[in-house]
């Protein structure tokens, strides 16, 4: 009897814990997206996504347009664009990044891209091999809301001091953005933090 009893008590806390465990992803993963907040730091950084032949995608260009957003308004003086091209492209997501904000004026010498990685994880890596993390020790990551959560948490695994400023336009502000993305997103999140702090690569 008091066997039963013990079995019934641990699938039950199973139980709870299956559940508590995602839900507390997906509820870090939205707090953090509806409360980020910026002050003066070292660096701004962009993390990569689509191009096409040179051409920020919309999601790439909605990044770009809150970079210059937060560099306009003196946040910080440096800009790092982040991330390589798929195979066979021409153009890398770090340069067409760097193409666009120095046509928007911001000064070549203020942007430097970093054409390596495919995925938050790798770009964040190559970000902390490339630049010095003593004198770009505080960042700013710019990217979607949803993403931000899991970027911070790499980049601070990483040893910078990392906040978020997340895109305000585009089919992933939170205005657009819909629950699968947050799911996505809460999901890399809980296995990043869960299977030996790398998870999956998205």
């Not at 091209?85 to 010498?109: H, I, M, Y």
């Not at 001091?161 to 997340?166: G, K, R, V």
Request: proline share 3%.
């Amino acid at each position: 009897m008091f066997l039963f009893k013990f079995l019934g008590k641990l699938i039950t806390f199973l139980i709870v814990l299956v559940l508590a465990i995602p839900t507390f992803a997906l509820a870090r993963t939205w707090i953090d997206a509806n409360n980020e907040k910026i002050e003066v730091s070292d660096a701004i950084i962009v993390m990569g996504a689509a191009q096409l032949d040179g051409t920020p995608g919309e999601i790439l260009e909605a990044r770009l347009k809150e970079t210059l957003r937060i560099y306009n308004e003196d946040f910080a003086e440096q800009i790092f664009t982040v991330g390589e091209g798929a195979p066979g492209d021409r153009f890398t997501e770090a340069g067409a990044s760097r193409e666009w904000l120095g046509r928007k004026g911001v000064p070549w010498r203020s942007i430097t891209a970093i054409k390596i990685g495919r995925d938050t994880f790798t770009s964040i890596e190559a970000l902390a091999k490339n630049i010095s993390i003593e004198k770009y020790q505080k960042i700013i990551i710019v990217t979607d809301p949803y993403h931000c959560l899991r970027s911070k948490t790499m980049a601070r695994d990483f040893g910078f001091s990392a906040s978020c400023s997340p895109v305000q336009t585009g089919e992933a502000s939170l205005d657009k953005a819909g629950i699968r993305y947050l799911i996505r997103e809460a999901s890399a999140y809980l296995a990043y933090i869960s299977l030996g702090r790398r998870g999956i690569h998205i």
